[in-house]
């Protein structure tokens, strides 16, 4: 069983919106720190938004003030919530979660679980 599963990508307009979903197995859901990425093509991978245990979140800069990171303690489910979306919101975007949770919002910070991707496309 894949710990991570992503979904919700596709396809949304430039201004639209799109909700993404990250199932976690419960073994692995816990008080792990989570997080989304995402990579464009010909670019690194970024981080987009992260939430630790206690629920504190932290955005990029790029996507504060119109993505809201979240988490649903009862479906082991992980979100964003991506809205105001942009041509360089697209990229492959990918969830993440680790054990150590005191380091959860430090660039520093590794994963040792990954999902392996949804797509996101943004079109004018």
């Known amino acids: 069983q894949v710990p991570l599963g992503e979904s919700g990508g596709g ?16 073994e692995i859901y816990g008080d792990y720190c989570m997080a ?9 991978r970024e981080g987009v938004a992260n939430i630790d245990n206690l629920g504190n979140t932290d955005y990029t800069d790029s996507v504060k003030g119109r993505s809201t990171i ?3 303690n009862a479906k082991n489910t992980l979100y964003l919530q991506m809205n105001s979306l942009k041509p ?17 919002g430090l660039p520093t910070k590794t994963f040792g679980y990954w999902g392996q991707g949804t797509q996101v496309t943004v079109s004018s």
């Open 11 to 26: 396809s949304g307009p430039v201004g639209g919106s799109l909700k993404l979903s990250c199932r976690l197995s419960e």
């Open 36 to 44: 989304w990425f995402r990579q464009a093509p010909g670019k690194e």
């Open 70 to 72: 979240s988490k649903d």
């Open 88 to 104: 360089e919101d697209t990229a492959m975007y990918y969830c993440a979660a680790d054990p150590t949770d005191w380091n959860c």
